[in-house]
């Protein structure tokens, strides 16, 4: 059952071409891989199918339907959340405000709507302990590790019942043990039926999780694979441009 | 399981009520503060008059005012240097259009006009064109007293048309012996303090100040928001400018000249982070109140004045050194 689908995007920024005529779908509770180098042009992708870029060309769909987000809300709205590169977290905010931003619960305070805490904590609270996180709501940021911080980014995708989630490199800055945790947390997001696009530099991560693998080059997609069907040097020698290019998946 | 879930809910990572207290900023300001006060009134026996007191509680409304808005644009991660320069405007409007006959209603409402459209050029240049603020600012300090001595042709106004009882009584009169800037101050506080904790548009001031990029990333409206931010802190500006109009019973183009300075120094000595993401309206006040205190018991005490930037400067350099020491402190 097919989820998202790109045909032919492509983006520049000025004369610089970040994407080139990238297609790609993506099926139902599907983990798919999207390795390439630095400036390979992964981030550009997620930010255009959250809706932070427009493409320059091509178009995405969501479950068969034309997508034309022009703010991240829209994106959100259809069910495509976004795990940021560099996670998107307000320091200085406690947990719970970070899971909710931009989407403050409300309640009557007389004739104002007031940001009703108590039952943001208490949702905050049930997400992390369905990620079996040991985050705590009221806890500021700051002061989190790097695996707490992650389930805090990713509890904040699970606020509305997410179809897609873009995870831009979750395990770039963790310690090994909260990559285990992080990889278990994308095995329940799957498990639940969601469709997850993981951007990483880690082949073990990438080669672990992932159904799928596909392979950025200079704005161009150079592979799609199934993972049994590849190993890390092939995938290697595609990032660097060692190996051409590959398309291994039946259409 | 359910236990663990509501212990996680419930848990909160500040200590005792003392063990918190200890840890704010505000409150070994408001003792220094406090200190000050009860040595003054040992050591003088001028500082404890009613006249005195009276003074030293309006001079500090004006600042704390300002100092509220300065800390809301602070928490943002930005700075307002036209705060002075908007006071200057908004009196003079307010001048001008009471001396030449118009009531103070309509004439106020033309004050506070003028130092929100001062804002609202701030935030549109800040937000949508993505000047640094303290270059936007600093401009608009030139240009709005540039405005305000055009307006005014460099004339003192004391002349205040039919309303001019009413302009003296507002800004220097008193209710129940609590002067009417103490309790606008207070008020606005009030409001403030409910508008940072309770709303979004308060969270999203703070969520800018701490990642801006994460703010625009969620969806927030960054620069809308950033515009209210900056139009808030003129209107303040604005708010004590008509006051001190009418606290002082006349409109003289120097009014306001380097406020900006003290009010950011209430603003940093009671807690705002100049990184932004961290301020409250509770601190501006006390910080606003501090600064007070030291400019009243140097001129009580026969010191001279030129000795108060020295006190305040050592103020901020303490209270910034001090909030590096706690920052340190919490990181292990
Ligand atoms: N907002 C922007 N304006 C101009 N150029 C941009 C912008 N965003 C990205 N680029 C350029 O687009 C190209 C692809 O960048 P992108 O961030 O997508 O790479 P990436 O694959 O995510 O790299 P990394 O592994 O370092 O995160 C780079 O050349 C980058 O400089
Ligand atoms: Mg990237």
């Known amino acids: ?251 | 399981m359910t236990v663990s879930l509501e212990k996680a809910i419930g848990h909160s990572q500040h200590g005792t009520l003392l063990s918190r207290l200890m840890n704010q900023q505000v409150f070994w300001v408001f003792i220094a503060a406090a200190l000050g006060c009860i040595s003054l009134t040992l050591v003088t026996d001028t500082f404890a008059t009613e006249r005195n007191l009276f003074n030293v509680t309006r001079n500090f409304a004006f600042v704390g005012i300002i100092a509220i808005g300065m800390t809301t644009v602070i928490a943002s991660g930005g700075i307002d240097l036209s705060v002075g320069a908007s006071v200057v405007l908004s009196a003079v409007v307010i001048g001008v259009a009471m001396s030449s006959g118009l009531g103070f209603w309509p004439s106020a409402l033309l004050a506070l006009g003028a130092s929100l459209l001062v804002g609202f050029v701030n935030g549109i240049v800040i937000a949508y064109l993505g000047i640094p603020p303290f270059v936007v600012t600093l401009g608009m300090l030139s240009l709005a007293r540039s405005l305000a001595l055009v307006l005014s042709n460099n004339r003192m106004i004391y002349e205040f048309g039919p309303d001019h009882d009413l302009l003296l009584a507002l800004g220097g009169g008193n209710v129940l012996g609590i002067p009417n800037p103490l309790i606008v101050m207070v008020v606005l506080a009030l409001v403030m303090s409910f508008v940072f904790r309770w709303t979004r548009w308060g969270q999203y001031v703070f969520a800018i100040g701490g990642n801006e990029n994460a703010a625009t990333l969620t969806g927030i409206a960054v620069q809308r928001t950033k515009v209210t931010i900056y139009m808030f802190s003129s209107f303040t500006a604005g708010v004590a400018g008509i006051l001190m109009v009418g606290w002082l019973g006349s409109v003289t183009t120097n009014l306001g000249t380097a406020m900006e300075l003290t009010v950011i120094a209430a603003a940093v000595i009671g807690g705002a982070n100049l990184a932004g993401g961290e301020g409250t309206v509770l601190g501006a006040v006390v910080g606003a109140l501090l600064i007070e205190v030291i400019r009243n018991s140097l001129i009580l005490l026969g010191i001279s004045t030129f000795w108060q930037g020295a006190f305040i400067g050592t103020f901020i350099v303490v209270a910034v050194a001090f909030e590096r020491i706690r920052a340190l402190r919490g990181q292990d």
């Open chain 1, 1 to 251: 059952m097919e989820r998202l689908r790109l045909e032919g995007v492509g983006k520049h920024f000025g004369a610089i071409r970040a994407l080139d005529d990238v297609s790609l779908t993506l099926a139902g509770g599907e983990v798919l891989g999207l390795m390439g180098d630095n400036g390979a042009g992964k981030s550009t992708l997620v930010k255009i199918i959250a809706g932070n870029f427009r493409p320059s060309h091509g178009s995405i769909y969501l479950e068969g339907e034309t997508c034309d987000f022009h703010r991240p809300r829209d994106a959100q709205r259809s069910g495509i959340e976004v795990v940021y590169q560099d996670l998107a977290l307000c320091d200085n905010m406690s947990a719970a405000s970070n899971v909710f931003l931009g989407r403050e619960l409300k309640k009557s305070f007389g004739p104002v709507r007031i940001i009703d805490y108590r039952s943001m904590h208490r949702k905050a609270g049930e997400l992390f302990a369905q990620l079996k996180s040991e985050t705590r709501p009221r806890d500021l940021v700051r002061r989190m590790s790097g695996g707490q911080r992650q389930a805090v980014a990713i509890a904040r995708t699970l606020l509305a019942e997410p179809r897609v989630v873009l995870m831009d490199e979750p395990t770039a800055a963790i310690s090994v043990r909260q990559v285990a945790e992080v990889l278990e947390l994308i095995r329940r997001l799957r498990d639940r039926g969601i469709s997850v696009l993981l951007i990483s530099h880690r082949m073990p991560d990438v080669f672990s999780v992932c159904d799928r693998i596909a392979v950025l080059r200079r704005g161009e997609l150079v592979a799609d694979m199934l993972t049994e069907t590849t190993s890390p040097e092939e995938v290697t020698g595609l990032i660097t441009g060692a190996i051409d290019s590959i398309q291994r998946v039946p259409a």
